[in-house]
């Protein structure tokens, strides 16, 4: 949203949009903070999760757009079916060569909900690890930060598209590269899961995928199965 109003994305968190969503937790919960708070960034991995801020963040932004379903950019359709513990990732991870692709065919450059899941280690697109590392300053990244730009470090601003050298898969990566299937074969279903469907309970997602290996199965049949008839 930023990129596309030519904006730094300190400038709109700040000054549109965090001071409309009240705190979640605490004694100054329900309230609307007067300023930024020192966690914001180091939290706002959780603004792709299941949890209440999530929730306040999404009906925030589908008022001041217009836009429905903002849900679907996040894990929300997922709340009642995965537990949230071992879900995102703390720090930023992408597929140089998506971001790649993406520019040099003019496409908008964006960074997927898959890329934030800590079990997706392997773009399934171009069958390489994803980067955690910018190549040129060697650092690690928030997930949101007040730098944060598409496709851009957010500590150097360097591009981090590269064309990737096709490697030989070895068993490691072929199994990696599985999980980042299954998984994004579930978040394509998260426009049809809506809250008709009703879960046992949440399960944690690494042994919803030991389920779905073992078995052969998509995540969707891993969560219809009953716990209670196996052993995981
Ligand atoms: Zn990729
Ligand atoms: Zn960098």
Known sequence: MAEAHAVETATLVKHELRLRVPFVRGKRSGQVPTKLPHSFYLEAYRLNGT?????????????????????????????????????????RAWCSSCYESWRSSGRPVYEPLLWMLQVVTVCPDHRQPLDSLCPLCGRTQFVLSSKSRPGHCSRCRSWLGRVHEADIMDHHVAEHLRTAEIVADLLAASPYVGNRVRWRKTRLINSLLKFCHSHNVSLIRALADRPEQRRE
């Open 51 to 91: 949890g209440d801020r999530a929730r306040l963040w999404v009906s925030m932004l589908e008022e001041l757009t217009q836009v429905r379903s903002l849900d679907l950019l996040t894990a929300l359709p997922w709340a009642y079916a995965i537990d949230r513990r071992q879900l995102l990732r703390t720090n």
